[in-house]
């Protein structure tokens, strides 16, 4: 537990970790970001991310057919206790619900997803 602590806190050092996307409830990706006094505009949407170390950072998504789009800022992080947990069953992201809504899976479940910390220069790209 004293390892999963440590890495909570610091920044991801990897350029991608591949994973599952989960999604937040409409809205409430928003309002973690107001709250945080951040905007989304100009952003594909916020995320959050494992660890807290990573908040602040710019990531791109890269979806399972290839298509990638970004960058979405990383407004949350996952709770130190609920790291572990996260980590070992490679729920790796969680988006707002728009993003799932037009990934479609939207009260569908976790999807695998590759989250890049350095923009890729390959994929399909998508409009944000």
Known sequence: ????????SVPTADSYIDGRATYM???????????RG???AGYAGGVALNRAGDLGRLVWLEWADG???GPYLVVD??????????????FIVEVDAQTAWLREF????????????????HGRWQAN
């Open 1 to 8: 537990m004293m390892l999963a602590a440590a890495l909570w």
């Open 25 to 35: 409830v409409p809205g409430l990706m928003e309002q973690v970001a107001e709250n």
């Open 38 to 40: 951040r905007s989304l």
């Open 67 to 69: 298509t990638v789009n």
């Open 77 to 90: 992080c996952a709770r130190r206790e609920h790291f572990e947990e996260r980590e070992r069953q490679r």
């Open 106 to 121: 939207y009260r569908v479940g976790p999807v695998p997803v590759r989250v890049w910390f350095i923009r890729p220069e």
